[in-house]
Nanobody, 124 residues
Framework: QLVEFGGGLVQAGGSVRLSCVGS????????VGWFRQRPGKEREFVAS????????DYKESVKGRSTISRDNAKNTVDLVINWLKPEDTAVYLC???????????????????WGQGTQVTVST
């Protein structure tokens, strides 16, 4: 099970820290990804991190202003997005997949456990 925390209303140019907390299985077995869903748009990849946290990947439009990290002792994966833009407004969801290797997965089809999502709204 995954639960997201940290969404809310943020001014453009500000930052948000989203947390994904897992339970029920050995969290370090899972690669984790963050996705977002904007109104009327397809779900899109934002960032992902390997099970040990040694590999990361980012969507091009958030690269350089985002950081994904994990603390397996706390069963948590965090996503920080800086310099928020109105187009970052979306429901942000985390997802997890048991991975044998230290792979990062950017396709939503690669994940089989999903959280409910948390709304991030960026105001101008």
């Amino acid at each position: 099970q995954l639960v997201e925390f940290g969404g809310g209303l943020v001014q453009a140019g500000g930052s948000v820290r989203l947390s994904c907390v897992g339970s029920g299985r050995t969290f370090s077995d899972y690669g984790v990804g963050w996705f977002r869903q904007r109104p009327g748009k397809e779900r899109e990849f934002v960032a992902s991190i390997s099970r040990a946290g040694t590999k990361v990947d980012y969507k091009e439009s958030v690269k350089g202003r985002s950081t994904i990290s994990r603390d397996n002792a706390k069963n948590t994966v965090d996503l920080v997005i800086n310099w928020l833009k109105p187009e970052d407004t979306a429901v942000y969801l985390c997802a997890a997949k048991i991975t044998v290797t230290g792979a990062v997965i950017s396709s939503s089809r690669g994940y089989d456990v999903w959280g409910q999502g948390t709304q991030v709204t960026v105001s101008t």
